[in-house]
């Protein structure tokens, strides 16, 4: 399948059975539906946030939809230092014994602004949470990755080199060199780990919304129509794919995916 072509894709029930899968950003928008739907197809989710109120809701939907039952940590990436993730792997292993996939889901993008006008600590913070944070992480996530079976890290991209996005811009490049930098160093017969990225284009979240306040929420398309894309690569049917950047166009409003 390339493209368009993963929009259309449905797992067989069970997909993920067993698998143990860390969702950054899970509290809301693209990253609660990506934990919502791992859970669905048997995944057991690590769901990263750090506002638990909101991981909490969707720990309960998980929980009412009789998925197996999720695993809250609240944690700021803005904040926190290596000594917190690599905390995180520890009780993830000592809880569930294992630890199979990644997906770099969280973003914060607080401003759009001329690149002379950024304030320098703002750029650091910026900077910070959407990249060495998601360096941290994954330092931290990659030796027990290394022990699974089929272990999978997936990017959520988003193309912003351009005017007024600032240290978000620049951070996003940066994750994507970090993806194919991974995907490069694991794609080896002797320890291979599938690592890609997507870019979904504009999709309805609250970040979206609160970026563009002059755009109708509902004339973007919901996060759920693009997660065909997400279960192909985090599951055993994309095989040996890997150091793919699967960029999506705009899709129409009223898109939806095959399998809700």
Not at 10 to 24: A, G
Not at 42 to 61: C, R
Not at 91 to 110: F, H, K, S, T
Not at 134 to 149: D, I, T, V
Request: hydrophobic letters at 40%; glycine letters at 8%; one cysteine or more.
């Amino acid at each position: 399948m390339i493209g368009n072509d993963l929009l259309d894709y449905v797992p067989e029930d069970n997909y993920l059975k067993e698998r143990v899968i860390l969702v950054t950003g899970a509290g809301s928008g693209l990253g609660a539906v990506l934990a919502k739907s791992y859970a669905r197809f048997g995944a057991t989710v690590i769901l990263l946030s750090k506002t638990i109120g909101k991981l909490e809701k969707v720990y309960d939907e998980i929980v009412a939809a009789g998925y197996p039952e999720p695993i809250i940590h609240p944690l700021d990436l803005e904040g926190a230092h290596g000594g917190h993730y690599e905390e995180l792997v520890e009780a993830v292993v000592e809880n569930l014994g294992r630890l199979d996939g990644v997906v770099i889901n969280a973003a914060n993008l607080p401003t759009f602004t001329p690149f002379k006008h950024y304030e320098p600590e703002l750029w650091g913070k910026v900077i910070h949470s959407n990249m060495q944070a998601n360096y941290l992480l994954l330092r931290a996530c990659l030796p027990e990755l290394e022990k699974s079976p089929d272990p999978a890290i997936i990017f959520s991209s988003h193309e912003s080199n351009k005017a007024y996005f600032g240290a978000f811009g620049v951070a996003k490049a940066g994750l994507d060199a970090m993806c194919d930098i991974l995907a490069d160093e694991y794609d080896s017969e002797t320890q291979f780990i599938r690592v890609n990225r997507i870019d979904t284009g504009p999709i309805r979240t609250q970040m979206r919304t609160l970026n563009f306040p002059g755009e109708n929420p509902s004339s973007v398309v919901r996060p759920e129509a693009l997660i065909g894309a997400y279960l192909y690569f985090m599951g055993s049917d994309a095989a040996k794919r890997t150091g793919e950047n699967i960029k999506f166009d705009r899709l129409a409003a009223d898109a939806t995916w095959q399998g809700e």
